[in-house]
């Protein structure tokens, strides 16, 4: 997933590495106890939506639920979307992304959190990325 994203740059590989250790902890300190496996796994794909598709990341800062319906196209669980999706749904390298884990059985990578859930995320990298 970072090498599609990043490519072979190791400074914005070791910038996001740091961004993502940071919000976890925070996201921690937060709940009180680790953050599950597909949580950081969730987290990880946020970071890499915000620094790699900025528009669609801009999308979800005023309508969170819609990384979870993307990321259902993207699995083949749904062919119906919003119309505001749509040009989000033709980026190739967005949807790529967002099908990483889906022929994976069990163990594979989560789907989408919730809206809630998302917004929350979005606050702490904003809060661990020091940005407005």
Do not use: C
Request: proline share 6%.
């Amino acid at each position: 997933m970072t090498r599609t994203a990043f490519g072979p740059s190791p400074r914005r590989l070791k910038r996001y590495v740091n961004v993502l250790n940071l919000a976890t902890t925070i996201l921690e300190r937060v709940s009180g106890e680790p953050l599950h496996r597909d949580r950081r796994l969730q987290l990880a794909e946020l970071l890499i939506l915000r620094s790699e598709h900025r528009a669609f990341y801009g999308h979800l800062v005023t309508r969170p639920g819609a990384w979870a319906q993307l990321k259902d196209i993207a699995w083949g669980r749904s062919s119906r979307a919003d119309t505001s999706l749509t040009p989000f749904a033709a980026d190739e390298s967005l949807m790529r992304l967002l099908a990483v884990g889906r022929d994976h059985r069990g163990g594979g990578f989560p789907m989408a959190p919730g809206a809630e859930d998302a917004e929350r995320m979005m606050t702490t990298v904003r809060a661990a990325s020091g940005a407005p």
